[in-house]
């Protein structure tokens, strides 16, 4: 058996949060959770150490200084410069298992420079941006703060750093992605769950997810 770190990328409103939450709860995986870092303010409904770890911009820095920082990336919104980083605390150990971690094109580039680039495996998660925008709008209107304008940034900036050159310069290709159209999610966890198994080397149980 050999354990991996295993990449979700998505740009947002994909469904990859649900379907990191469903891997994550597939005991049959045995995947270790990894907590990101940001500096952006806490959603409605979200908690701290569920999502993200939310810090401020001088832990930020407390971090570049002691070398902890494995990968980061900076977004220059509507309300200032949101960080979001992944921080060598002892939560991704290959010695004990397989990990999982929502990602960018640029972070995995980061994690297969930092642990070597066949311990690190993508999954992106497609969806088609009509769909994918009114996702976002849905998600957006039930906050109590709507942000419109950075949800619009921020779908833009996705389709950027989502585009079809930047996912082939990371490696990223059709025996990589994982399409997420509505209603399909449970089938879309199934078909990673199983792209997760086959590269861990683990035997699926019978009558697991």
């Not at 290959?94 to 297969?112: D, G, K, N, Q, W």
């Not at 769909?131 to 389709?159: G, H, I, N, V, W």
Request: glycine fraction near 8%; proline fraction near 3%.
């Amino acid at each position: 058996m050999s354990n991996r770190i295993f990449c979700l990328l998505g740009p947002s409103s994909s469904g990859k949060d649900k379907l990191y939450r469903t891997l994550l709860q597939n005991s049959a995986l045995s995947l270790r959770r990894v907590v990101l870092y940001t500096t952006r303010p806490k959603r409605s409904g979200e908690e701290e150490g569920r999502q993200y770890r939310f810090t401020t911009e001088e832990q930020y820095g407390e971090f570049c200084r002691s070398g902890r920082i494995i990968e980061e990336r900076a977004y220059d919104t509507v309300h200032g410069i949101w960080r979001y980083y992944t921080v060598d605390d002892g939560q991704i150990d290959l010695s004990v298992s397989s990990s999982l971690i929502i990602a960018t094109p640029e972070a995995l580039r980061s994690f297969r420079a930092y642990f070597g680039g066949e311990a690190v495996v993508p999954l992106y998660i497609h969806v088609d941006d009509g769909e994918r925008l009114a996702r976002a709008l849905k998600r957006e209107r039930a906050q109590a703060s709507p942000k419109y304008a950075e949800m619009c940034r921020r779908f833009l900036s996705d389709t950027e750093d989502f585009s079809p050159e930047k996912l082939a310069a990371a490696g990223i290709g059709a025996e990589n992605t994982y399409e997420n159209p509505d209603g399909e999610l449970e089938r879309c966890a199934q078909r990673l769950a199983a792209a997760i198994l086959a590269q861990t080397g683990v035997q699926e149980q019978d009558g697991g997810e």
